[in-house]
């Protein structure tokens, strides 16, 4: 099995789900360049962020359909301030107005929902029991992540869903003094960390768009 990744991240996504690749399929190994592919390997790129990232997925399918090796193109975004069905509708719209087609090539558009640092709120595991922090018990008496789906967590006092969701996470790492950044997040793809998301999404219906990713990989 070939995969290609066109994640939105320009740092987070292109270190995380290389390691959470080789955890969930250790088979696959990731090739730096797209001609490089044979057999099971994964190819994975950036789209810049959104919504740049759709003129990225033009020349995807074009790859894809050139080099005909790929069974699966995966699209990995986030969902931000509109719905996740909004989010991949949008994705769909664009492919059909722009009449591209894919030749033997899946399509599957994972959403995060609404950002990839909403996934990571998922692990209960990494908060103190006695949080010191007056910010981080400014979020939890606002929304407790422990106990509500990440998800559905509303805006705070930041722009936008996705910077609280990226502050509450941040405030929570702080907390153990573990640093955490858009550039350092390989604290979020070891194997521990990987396995507590895992088991939240099984064990409730928390982080579904997560469990979606999941599901896709180990299928």
Known sequence: ????????GKRTERKVYPMWLSILRPELAKVDHVLDVENNNYYL????????????????????NEIDKFDYLILCLDSEEVSLQTRKEEILK?????????????????????????????????????????????????????????????????NTRAQFHHSYLREIFNERNIVYTKQKPEIVGEETF??????RSTETSHISSFKNFIDFIKS
């Open 1 to 8: 099995m070939n995969l290609y990744f066109l994640v939105e």
């Open 94 to 158: 664009y492919i059909t107005q722009k009449h591209i087609k894919l030749k033997r090539t899946e399509l599957v558009i994972i959403i995060q929902h609404p950002c990839f640092e909403t996934w990571f709120l998922g692990n209960r595991k990494i908060f103190k029991r006695y949080p010191q922090s007056q910010t981080l018990n400014q979020y939890i008496n606002f929304y407790d992540v422990r106990e509500k789906d990440p998800e559905l967590m509303p805006c705070f006092q930041e």
């Open 45 to 64: 790129i950036s789209g810049e962020g959104y919504p740049s990232l759709l003129n990225h997925l033009e020349h995807a399918i074009d790859e894809v």
């Open 194 to 199: 990987l396995n507590e998301l895992i088991n």
